[in-house]
């Protein structure tokens, strides 16, 4: 069985994400895909939208369709148990209470990257044809698609390692700081983790099977936040194939809502124009609450009912962020960032890693084998790509 179609809705809180993602599941069912709907955001609103009580596991919600909250605890039992019951105890033991210890076992944003793992087990189950999730706003999906860059060169220089780390500091630990370091065990987890980060990283980046969806309203502080996770969705490799402008007013508003309806229109010209060639769907703002299934399969007309619009599980737009081209001599890496400016960006190569910083985000881009005998012989930024080019040594020299 191939891979399910998968569509990440990511944007600003409030923008509607959610209502969004439950009626893209709704039509994909309609389609006769078996489609499950999942949350990954700490602050569940899906249960709401589809007016049903959602659990950890899948609930039938109709024909074909299920929908899931993450539960974020559940995954952390799954994949961090054994490095919390070690950093437990030795806070415990240190007089910490049990209570502010176990908050402590788990760092900042790791439950949020624990829920993304649930996407990881939808796909290698063979259950659904259809895999809709409705990220975590903006900031926090961003940072926690970047972990797994992090997360492979942590396999790569730490592990192999680790032994001789551990067995060399040992006796010290025990002796002058008084702590047990951690077990095999520990690591074990710790390992596992990482390769099944790795190995949904490799999911999301199948720009044949996945892609993220950018909602926002006509605002224009919201535009300008969805240009800039354009931007770095494309830094980390992710497709985008269609943005979703939601809750615009109609011509029906009359005068009292007149000259906000002009500054709608304005913005949806500049989402046009910047986002090309990315389809921009939308949706009008409705004269009641998007809740529950009539109205949500208004607003997956209102989106993808178009009769030139394709399906809402068919991917939209296929350009890929990356490009990488190998000659006899050299190679060059094409890398989409739109709307970046020459001076927010930095670039490093270290070994085999490609270091690119834009504006405070950072992506180390693991090369491939054929550019080992090469290096960085030039680098630019032209029509909203950074351009690097690769060639041999001697050739570099001679250059």
């Given at each position: 069985m191939g891979a399910p179609r998968t569509i990440l809705y990511t944007g600003k809180g409030g923008v509607g994400k959610t209502s969004v993602a439950a009626a893209t599941a709704r039509r994909c069912a309609a389609a006769g895909l078996r489609t499950v709907v999942l949350s990954t955001d700490p602050a569940h609103s899906l249960s709401d939208s589809l007016e049903t009580k959602l659990g950890g596991e899948p609930t039938a919600v109709?024909?074909?369709?299920?929908?899931?909250?993450?539960?974020?605890?559940?995954?952390?039992?799954?994949?961090?148990?054994?490095?919390?019951?070690?950093?437990?105890?030795?806070?415990?033991?240190?007089?910490?209470?049990?209570?502010?210890?176990?908050?402590?076992?788990?760092?900042?944003?790791?439950?949020?990257?624990?829920?993304?793992?649930?996407?990881?087990?939808?796909?290698?189950?063979?259950?659904?044809?259809?895999?809709?999730?409705?990220?975590?706003?903006?900031?926090?999906?961003?940072?926690?698609?970047?972990?797994?860059?992090?997360?492979?060169?942590?396999?790569?220089?730490?592990?192999?390692?680790?032994?001789?780390?551990?067995?060399?500091?040992?006796?010290?630990?025990?002796?002058?700081?008084?702590?047990?370091?951690?077990?095999?065990?520990?690591?074990?987890?710790?390992?596992?983790?990482?390769?099944?980060?790795?190995?949904?990283?490799?999911?999301?980046?199948?720009?044949?099977h996945v892609s993220v969806r950018l909602v926002m309203t006509p605002d224009r502080m919201v535009?300008?936040?969805?240009?800039?996770?354009?931007?770095?969705?494309?830094?980390?490799?992710?497709?985008?194939?269609?943005?979703?402008?939601?809750?615009?007013?109609?011509?029906?508003?009359?005068?009292?809502?007149?000259?906000?309806?002009?500054?709608?229109?304005?913005?949806?010209?500049?989402?046009?124009d910047a986002f090309a060639p990315v389809p921009v769907l939308q949706a009008p703002y409705f004269e009641e609450e998007v809740v529950g299934p009539a109205m949500l399969d208004r607003l997956g007309d209102a989106v993808f009912g178009g009769d030139d619009t394709p399906p809402a599980q068919a991917i939209h737009h296929t350009s890929v962020s990356e490009r990488l081209e190998l000659g006899t001599d050299g190679a060059t890496l094409r890398l989409e960032l739109p709307f970046a400016q020459r001076g927010d960006i930095s670039l490093k190569r270290a070994g085999q890693e490609l270091i690119v910083r834009v504006d405070g985000h950072k992506r180390t881009m693991l090369l491939p084998p054929a550019l080992d005998d090469l290096q960085p012989s030039g680098a630019a930024f032209e029509d909203g790509a950074l351009i690097v080019t690769f060639a041999r040594a001697v050739a570099a020299a001679d250059a």
């Open positions: 109709g024909d074909l369709l299920w929908g899931q909250e993450v539960s974020a605890q559940d995954e952390m039992e799954r994949n961090w148990a054994g490095v919390q019951d070690w950093l437990g105890e030795l806070l415990i033991a240190r007089g910490v209470d049990r209570i502010s210890a176990e908050e402590l076992t788990v760092p900042p944003g790791m439950d949020e990257l624990f829920s993304l793992l649930a996407i990881k087990r939808h796909h290698e189950s063979g259950e659904f044809d259809a895999v809709i999730v409705d990220c975590a706003p903006t900031g926090e999906t961003l940072r926690l698609l970047s972990f797994p860059d992090v997360a492979r060169w942590w396999l790569d220089k730490v592990f192999p390692q680790q032994g001789r780390i551990l067995d060399a500091a040992r006796p010290f630990a025990r002796a002058v700081l008084d702590v047990s370091l951690p077990g095999n065990e520990v690591f074990d987890d710790v390992q596992r983790l990482v390769r099944n980060l790795i190995a949904m990283n490799e999911i999301l980046r199948d720009n044949e535009v300008d936040e969805a240009r800039r996770t354009f931007t770095y969705l494309n830094l980390y490799g992710y497709l985008t194939d269609a943005v979703v402008v939601n809750r615009v007013f109609g011509a029906e508003v009359g005068d009292y809502f007149g000259a906000w309806r002009d500054r709608q229109q304005a913005q949806l010209v500049s989402v046009r």
